[in-house]
């Protein structure tokens, strides 16, 4: 479970996350000065940011299907509950699965993953209905990508 603590963040800070939001490979030096504060400044605000969990990392955003991953689906799977946390961490280190959702309703697990063909998701799904801790499963598979984009746009 993720720490909920809701932190505070000032003007300066917002506008630090919205550039690196925009690119995270920004020198701190050129964006300090945009924002007309000194980089030792920035750095530490970031370095805060960090260390309280705002900022998680910096990655570069991917286009899966150039790399030979067009397919990609959405598999809900019902499981046994009492081994949904163990589940969640076995599925979370597959190469494919690109997200794990821990979600409320008549499935438990929610998983986005990327695949190089149909065959390809038909053995992933084939290999998780071997598990015993899996009730059933549900999958969709996406026909268009209409955004795909981990930065959303609320600070």
């Known amino acids: 479970m993720s720490d909920r603590k809701k932190i505070e963040i000032d003007a300066i800070d917002k506008k630090l996350l919205i550039e690196l939001l925009k690119d995270s490979r920004i020198s701190l030096r050129r964006l300090a000065e945009e924002m007309n ?16 969990g705002v900022v998680k990392g910096f990655t570069a955003l991917i286009d899966y299907s150039k790399l030979g991953y067009p397919v990609t689906s959405i598999l809900m799977i019902k499981v046994d509950g009492k081994h949904i946390l163990e589940f969640e961490k076995e599925v979370s280190n597959l190469d494919n699965v690109v997200a794990v959702y821990d979600v409320v309703g008549e499935y438990d697990v929610m998983l986005i993953a990327k695949f190089r063909s149909i065959e390809d998701l038909d053995t992933f799904i084939k290999s998780l209905l071997k598990n015993p801790k899996i009730e059933r499963t549900y999958t969709s598979i996406v026909l268009n990508v209409v955004k795909e984009d981990p930065r959303i746009k609320i600070i």
Do not use: D, G
């Not at 400044?41 to 309280?52: A, S």
């Open 37 to 52: 504060v000194s980089p030792a400044t920035l750095h530490n605000r970031l370095m805060r940011l960090v260390q309280e």
